[in-house]
């Protein structure tokens, strides 16, 4: 089954649109773990076991494995491996580059990796999307409207009447031959987000900045009412508790955002 | 000292802007390496002594080594160490995400890995280069006009008289307070190329897109002849050879290349 049908279906079975965002920053990572000579995997598998009960997908962010180096890497193949199937897997990876270096990047996240969907910077034109939009089962989120303010002198340009992540937006609707594209589109924006939504009214969306960014949930469900979507949220989850019990907090915090989100669904 | 400052000591001391380019791919490397375990790091190794006297950089492309997964990473990182220190590095990553992410990539590569330089992508907004930008002795590529065919229908958005590369460049200049950016502009966009040099005299760049993917060495040098400039040329020597003499014949092909560089330097 494709991911977006996946995703569709789970949504349902699970009365949720969670994703839990793992991204695990030493400098946060409760003191009883960072202990451990193995914390950086004990710590994600742990939260994972507790939050997947209430969320449809797990979102990995390279940046924060990638500052572990080699043994980061490491880590993320094994948490891929233990991964229910009752959960989507997502590469926040944000790669973008041409011909065979996409390839290269595809191959290493939807093959070797085996990542479910991943993230996708549209900089270098439609062409260095190609290699992942190959890969037909698998979802591919293309950035679009990111949830940070700085985004707004390129994602805006030229002007409010035909801004680029609009161009972007209807580009995608039109190579998404194997329906398997979404867009990322974050939630701090509701303006640009309900222009993007009447646009684009059938692409999937990756809607970042809930919670420690800004975004308000209410907004963001209240915004895209009938569609397939995914809202990451990771430091109000993997961060809810700091003690012994952190991982049954992350737990909590999850079904508690769950509980919120399923009176949208 | 500064990144463009010793790029620009290393290019009047060996006479060459030549970046050699590692994209270990493993079905070009010569059956007689690939026969061995330790294929990617002899290989790259080889090259690297090889080509070091006629290069002032080597560029490596992260795609090629996240293929190997956490095996890569970990050739990356011995491979980083073993430049002799009359080459610098540019970490070809391309990677662009916001705040705290962006700091963990720039960390894992500007510190970790300690490359001399990186490329960034700038969809995201300048506030996501902050963390890179703060390396001040640190060299930033920012993708601007890119080599391949597709980047024309964001990159030249909305028109050719006000086109997004052009927006950008103008913006790399206004913040590059600590004289530590770049722009990556292809060789192959001749006639884009010529309004970007107009618009930012004073940018050094890094120009791909010479050789296999169809850029003329000539109309590139000749196009910047007083710039602090890089040219990233990867296939053509790096594969130069299939024999076991394929770290000889990249050498010389690196050298016929700083050749005929020298006449325009």
């Known amino acids: 089954m494709a991911f977006f049908e996946k995703l569709n279906e789970l949504k349902a079975q699970k009365n949720s649109v969670l994703c839990v965002g793992i991204d695990p920053d030493y ?3 409760p ?4 202990r451990q000579d193995d914390f950086l995997l004990t710590f994600c598998q742990r939260i994972i076991e ?3 009960p209430y969320c449809i997908a797990f979102k990995f962010n390279f940046a924060f494995f990638e500052a572990f180096g080699a043994a980061g890497w490491e880590v993320l193949a094994r948490l891929r491996r233990s991964v229910p199937p009752h959960c989507l897997t997502v590469a926040d990876a944000k790669r973008g580059d041409i011909g065979n270096s996409a390839r290269h990047y595809a191959g ?3 093959e070797h990796l085996d990542f479910d969907a991943v993230t996708v910077n549209p900089y270098l034109g439609f062409d260095a999307c190609e290699p992942f939009l190959n890969y037909s089962e698998k979802g591919l989120f293309i950035l679009c409207l990111t949830s940070n303010p700085g985004a707004r002198e390129i994602q805006d340009y030229p002007d409010r ?3 680029l992540f609009l161009h972007i ?3 995608v609707q039109e190579i998404n031959i194997h329906k398997n594209c979404g867009l990322v ?3 701090t924006k509701p303006d640009q987000l309900r222009v993007l939504c009447e646009a684009v009214p059938d692409l999937p969306l990756l809607m970042p900045g809930v919670g420690a ?4 949930l209410d907004d963001a469900l209240q915004a895209v009412p009938h569609r397939n979507i995914l809202v990451p949220i990771s430091r109000s989850i993997i961060y809810a508790g700091e003690g012994e019990d952190f991982a049954e907090a992350a737990g909590k915090a999850a079904q508690a955002l769950q509980q919120h989100m399923q009176r949208y669904l």
Do not use: C, M, N, W
């Open 27 to 29: 400098e946060k990572i």
């Open 31 to 34: 003191a009883v773990v960072r």
């Open 50 to 52: 507790a939050t997947a």
């Open 108 to 110: 290493a996240i939807l």
């Open 161 to 163: 009447d035909a801004p």
């Open 169 to 171: 937006a209807r580009r």
């Open 185 to 187: 589109a974050g939630a």
């Open 213 to 216: 960014q800004g975004g308000s």
